[in-house]
Protein backbone atom coordinates (compact mmCIF):
# COMPACT_ATOMS: atom_id res chain seq x y z
CA UNK A 1 0.00 0.00 0.00
CA UNK A 2 2.88 2.17 0.72
CA UNK A 3 4.19 1.62 -2.30
CA UNK A 4 1.18 2.57 -4.31
CA UNK A 5 0.83 6.16 -2.18
CA UNK A 6 4.63 7.04 -2.96
CA UNK A 7 3.98 6.11 -6.68
CA UNK A 8 0.92 8.30 -7.12
CA UNK A 9 2.50 11.30 -4.85
CA UNK A 10 5.80 11.11 -6.82
CA UNK A 11 3.61 10.88 -10.00
CA UNK A 12 1.90 14.26 -9.10
CA UNK A 13 5.06 15.96 -8.42
CA UNK A 14 6.96 15.05 -11.67
CA UNK A 15 3.37 16.53 -12.90
CA UNK A 16 3.66 19.54 -10.79
CA UNK A 17 7.09 20.12 -11.98
CA UNK A 18 6.28 20.03 -15.60
CA UNK A 19 3.44 22.25 -14.94
CA UNK A 20 6.11 24.98 -12.95
CA UNK A 21 8.29 24.78 -15.47
CA UNK A 22 6.08 25.27 -18.38
CA UNK A 23 4.17 28.31 -16.79
CA UNK A 24 8.08 29.90 -16.00
CA UNK A 25 8.90 29.63 -19.40
CA UNK A 26 5.60 30.98 -20.97
CA UNK A 27 5.96 33.68 -18.21
CA UNK A 28 9.23 34.46 -19.91
CA UNK A 29 8.61 34.43 -23.33
CA UNK A 30 5.27 37.10 -22.29
CA UNK A 31 7.19 39.15 -20.24
CA UNK A 32 9.66 39.47 -23.23
CA UNK A 33 7.49 40.04 -25.92
CA UNK A 34 5.93 42.78 -23.50
CA UNK A 35 9.40 44.63 -22.84
CA UNK A 36 10.58 44.23 -26.44
CA UNK A 37 6.91 45.57 -27.50
CA UNK A 38 7.59 48.81 -25.12
CA UNK A 39 4.64 47.93 -23.05
CA UNK A 40 4.59 47.26 -19.34
CA UNK A 41 5.49 44.15 -18.07
CA UNK A 42 5.82 44.44 -14.25
CA UNK A 43 2.83 43.46 -12.13
CA UNK A 44 0.83 41.75 -15.18
CA UNK A 45 1.37 38.34 -14.23
CA UNK A 46 0.46 36.89 -10.83
CA UNK A 47 3.93 34.69 -9.40
CA UNK A 48 3.75 31.10 -10.79
CA UNK A 49 3.61 29.74 -7.37
CA UNK A 50 0.26 31.32 -7.15
CA UNK A 51 -1.17 29.79 -10.32
CA UNK A 52 0.23 26.69 -9.45
CA UNK A 53 -1.95 27.05 -5.92
CA UNK A 54 -5.53 28.09 -7.72
CA UNK A 55 -4.67 25.27 -10.52
CA UNK A 56 -4.50 22.21 -7.89
CA UNK A 57 -7.73 23.27 -6.45
CA UNK A 58 -9.64 23.30 -9.81
CA UNK A 59 -10.42 20.00 -9.69
CA UNK A 60 -11.93 19.92 -6.40
CA UNK A 61 -14.34 22.66 -7.53
CA UNK A 62 -15.13 21.02 -11.04
CA UNK A 63 -16.41 17.89 -8.81
CA UNK A 64 -19.17 19.42 -7.75
CA UNK A 65 -20.19 19.96 -11.22
CA UNK A 66 -22.42 17.28 -13.06
CA UNK A 67 -20.46 16.30 -16.67
CA UNK A 68 -23.22 18.38 -18.30
CA UNK A 69 -23.04 21.77 -16.71
CA UNK A 70 -18.96 21.30 -17.46
CA UNK A 71 -19.53 20.81 -21.16
CA UNK A 72 -21.90 23.95 -21.06
CA UNK A 73 -18.88 26.21 -18.78
CA UNK A 74 -17.18 27.97 -21.35
CA UNK A 75 -16.38 30.88 -18.70
CA UNK A 76 -15.06 28.05 -16.48
CA UNK A 77 -12.86 27.06 -19.29
CA UNK A 78 -11.99 30.63 -19.77
CA UNK A 79 -11.27 31.31 -15.74
CA UNK A 80 -8.77 27.91 -15.99
CA UNK A 81 -6.88 29.95 -19.38
CA UNK A 82 -6.59 33.34 -17.20
CA UNK A 83 -5.20 31.39 -14.38
CA UNK A 84 -2.69 29.47 -16.16
CA UNK A 85 -1.97 32.58 -17.75
CA UNK A 86 -1.16 34.43 -14.73
CA UNK A 87 -4.51 36.97 -15.36
CA UNK A 88 -6.30 36.77 -12.13
CA UNK A 89 -8.26 39.82 -12.54
CA UNK A 90 -9.53 38.42 -15.72
CA UNK A 91 -9.71 35.02 -14.33
CA UNK A 92 -12.21 36.42 -11.87
CA UNK A 93 -13.97 37.89 -14.27
CA UNK A 94 -14.74 34.75 -16.40
CA UNK A 95 -15.85 33.57 -12.66
CA UNK A 96 -18.61 35.90 -12.12
CA UNK A 97 -19.69 35.46 -15.73
CA UNK A 98 -20.12 31.93 -15.50
CA UNK A 99 -22.59 32.53 -12.13
CA UNK A 100 -24.16 35.45 -13.97
CA UNK A 101 -24.83 32.77 -16.73
CA UNK A 102 -26.25 30.20 -14.23
CA UNK A 103 -28.25 32.95 -12.52
CA UNK A 104 -30.35 33.20 -15.72
CA UNK A 105 -30.72 30.00 -16.41
CA UNK A 106 -32.15 28.95 -13.49
CA UNK A 107 -34.54 32.03 -13.63
CA UNK A 108 -35.56 30.32 -17.13
CA UNK A 109 -36.20 27.56 -15.56
CA UNK A 110 -37.58 28.25 -12.50
CA UNK A 111 -40.52 30.78 -12.17
CA UNK A 112 -39.32 33.81 -11.34
CA UNK A 113 -41.33 34.22 -8.22
CA UNK A 114 -39.25 31.56 -7.18
CA UNK A 115 -36.32 34.14 -6.46
CA UNK A 116 -39.41 36.80 -5.25
Known sequence: MNNEISTTTSGNLKEQQDTSLDLFKFEKGLITYLQESGLPSDSVLVPVPQRINVYRNIPDALFNLSPESRSNSLYISKFVAAV????????????WDETINELRNRVVHYDLNYFF
Open 84 to 95: TAGLFDAALNYL
